[in-house]
């Protein structure tokens, strides 16, 4: 079975600090794919990242950043120096190969407090 | 317009009445997908439509959901007799076709509520 877990209901920082959003998935496919997905209060899903389960070269991307570790299943999300903008809810969510669905976590609420 | 258009954005029904919620999506996508978000249940996948077909319609919640896309292009998500756990909002998305460095592309949704 496929499924994907957000542990961290909500977490709220202060503005400038470093905040990690974790993410674990359950899976028995060798070719898979990663994503994180924001939803701020406007309501899309806006496509952070998309990693495929044979590439462990953990990303930066500006103050984001994700480290993908297939030993222990997770694919953990850190933003640096977090800011106001930065509150919205994160969704980890799993792709099979070549399918088309994507399942997704419960999602991680963000509040960074100014 | 460049992104994922749905409309209406916010919809208040009555207990048994029918809703039709539309999906726009990118130009060129050929893939398009319906999920829900609801306070319960989080996101989960409705249907996928490749072309004008739906090969999976797996996620539909039973048979008061229908889908249709015309032209390769719209969709409307159509909900019969609507119940007040339908209340949700209701998530379109497109991509290119399924294969290599296809990520989904999502819409800002449609609230509904049946009161």
């Known amino acids: 079975a496929q499924k994907v877990t957000q542990a961290q209901t909500e977490i709220s920082v202060v503005e400038k600090e470093d905040v990690t959003l974790d993410c674990v998935y359950e899976?028995?496919?060798?070719?898979?794919?990663l994503f994180w997905y924001k939803q701020p209060p406007s309501g899309e899903l806006v496509f952070l990242i998309r990693r495929n389960s044979f590439d462990e070269q953990n990303e930066i991307s500006g103050r984001y950043s994700w480290n993908f570790q297939k030993s222990t299943s997770s694919f953990n999300f850190t933003i640096t120096a977090s800011q106001v903008v930065d509150s919205a809810v994160y969704f980890c969510?799993?792709?099979?190969?070549?399918?088309?669905?994507?399942?997704f976590g419960s999602g991680t609420r963000l509040l960074v407090r100014p | 317009g460049a992104g994922v258009s749905q409309s209406p954005s916010n919809k208040v029904t009555e207990k048994g009445k029918d809703v039709e919620l539309r999906c726009d999506p990118i130009s060129g996508h050929t893939a398009l997908y319906w999920y829900r978000q609801s306070l319960g249940q989080g996101l989960e996948f409705l249907i996928y439509?490749?072309?004008?077909?739906?090969?999976?319609k797996s996620g539909l919640p039973s048979d008061r959901f229908s889908a249709e896309r015309t032209g390769g292009s719209v969709s409307t998500l159509t909900i019969q007799r609507t119940q007040q756990e339908d209340s949700a909002v209701y998530l379109c998305?497109?991509?290119?076709?399924?294969?290599?460095?296809?990520?989904?592309?999502f819409g800002q949704g449609t609230r509904l509520t049946v009161v």
């Open positions: 899976t028995r496919d060798t070719t898979y794919y």
């Open positions: 998305a497109s991509s290119l076709p399924t294969g290599a460095n296809t990520e989904a592309f």
């Open positions: 439509f490749q072309g004008n077909s739906a090969p999976d």
């Open positions: 969510a799993l792709q099979r190969d070549s399918s088309y669905k994507l399942i």
